[in-house]
């Protein structure tokens, strides 16, 4: 039986997105998943994440904004990719118009990416959007477009975050492999079973991919007099692979 998604309102899904209003502890687990990535990646040339997870709704284009605002806070060069072309909202969470984006140059319309880049939408962050949806997003993905694109960008920017759709449902996020430093997986808690990122891990083992990590999204965090309770509604934690194994 399929599982309960609870989307939510864009207008409501914008409140998850780091502001200046964003509860402390939220900033800082945001923080220091940022450095764990940053040590995991550490000995990589490409600083390239792909963000995905095993099913759909667990918080991947939340959480790939969110980390690529946080890695700008920095005062690195930052690009986001919407490159999940099949139910995209990185636009939609920002307020940019997506007439043009990802789809327009994979697929041969707009030539130059740096038209059809949004630049600065926060400090130090640029966006590219997906573009309108294209009816076939993994031959795009796959083509040697997308192998140009990411080593302009790979040169141009100290980090570059793919939002994709999910890896148990399509192959987009594992095709990105052998052109990108890895993967972050989402965990949504209550939500993802053990057999879900059990699927996933196998699908990354046969495609070679790289897990730098795991963020665990939807937390709910624990009271120092014991027991749970919402104190950090969002709090999210991430978690290297080999703490996983
Ligand atoms: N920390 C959070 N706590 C509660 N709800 C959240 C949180 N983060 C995101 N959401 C909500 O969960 C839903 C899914 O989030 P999001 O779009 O980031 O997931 P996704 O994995 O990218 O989905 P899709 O598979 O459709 O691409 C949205 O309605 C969003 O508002
Ligand atoms: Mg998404």
């Given amino acids: 039986m399929a599982k309960k998604t609870d989307r939510l309102p864009i207008s409501q899904s914008r409140k998850f997105i780091l502001s200046n209003d964003t509860q402390f502890a939220i900033k800082e687990a945001y923080k220091t998943a940022r450095t764990n990535l940053v040590f995991s990646l550490a000995e990589n040339e490409k600083r390239i994440v792909v963000i995905t997870s095993c099913s759909p709704s667990e918080g991947k284009s939340t959480n790939c904004l969110n980390m690529a605002i946080t890695m700008a806070e920095t005062g690195a060069s930052v690009l986001l990719i919407d490159c999940d072309m099949r139910k995209p909202v990185v636009h939609s969470l920002l307020r940019l118009d997506n007439k043009t984006g990802l789809s327009s140059v994979l697929g041969g319309i707009v030539r130059d990416v740096s038209k059809v880049i949004d630049r600065n939408v926060r400090p130090h962050l640029d966006i590219l959007t997906s573009g309108p949806i294209p009816p076939n997003p993994a031959e795009l993905i796959s083509g040697s477009k997308m192998d140009q694109l990411l080593e302009l960008v790979?040169?141009?920017?100290?980090?570059?975050?793919?939002?994709?759709?999910?890896?148990?449902?399509?192959?987009?996020?594992?095709?990105?492999?052998?052109?990108?430093?890895?993967?972050?997986?989402?965990i949504k808690e209550g939500h993802t079973t053990h057999d879900e990122i059990r699927e996933c891990l196998d699908k990354a083992k046969m495609t070679n991919c790289r897990i730098l990590g795991f963020i665990k999204a939807n937390c709910l965090g624990k009271s120092t007099k014991g027991g749970y309770k919402y104190k950090y509604k969002y709090k999210n934690n991430y978690y290297k692979y080999s703490e996983y194994k």
């Fill in 154 to 186: 790979g040169d141009h920017y100290d980090y570059v975050f793919i939002d994709t759709p999910p890896a148990n449902v399509v192959t987009d996020a594992f095709l990105l492999n052998t052109r990108t430093a890895g993967v972050i997986l989402v």
